[in-house]
Nanobody
């Protein structure tokens, strides 16, 4: 059974940083591309960042380029999202899933809330 457990969110001031983690289980993690998504209140879930199975070719939505960094540790079945220079518009619940353009699995974790506010 596929599970995702996201953590690391919180309340941070504009310009601050957070590091999100997503622990995955129930599939062969090292064989899958992984992605981070976010969903702000009243908006659809959007793809934020993605990374290939071997950790290469990180890819970002334009709004976070230069500020966010995706990485992974295949030995720990974990994908990370380092978020720097946070802005109020980054406020959302952040989720991870496998896949590149679309989620591979219908299962979603509980997400982790990121709130950027002064």
């Amino acid at each position: 059974q596929v599970h995702f457990v996201e953590s690391g969110g919180g309340l941070v001031q504009p310009g601050g940083s957070l590091r999100l983690s997503c622990q995955a289980s129930g599939f062969i993690f090292s064989s899958y591309y992984m992605s981070w998504y976010r969903q702000a209140p009243g908006k659809e879930r959007e793809l934020v960042a993605r990374i290939r199975s071997d950790g290469s070719s990180p890819n970002y939505v334009d709004s976070v380029k230069g500020r966010f960094t995706i990485s992974r540790n295949n030995a720990k079945n974990t994908v990370y999202l380092q978020m720097n220079s946070l802005k109020p518009e980054d406020t959302a619940v952040y989720y991870c899933n496998a896949g590149w353009a679309t989620p591979n699995f219908p299962t979603w974790g509980q997400g982790t809330q990121v709130t950027v506010s002064s």
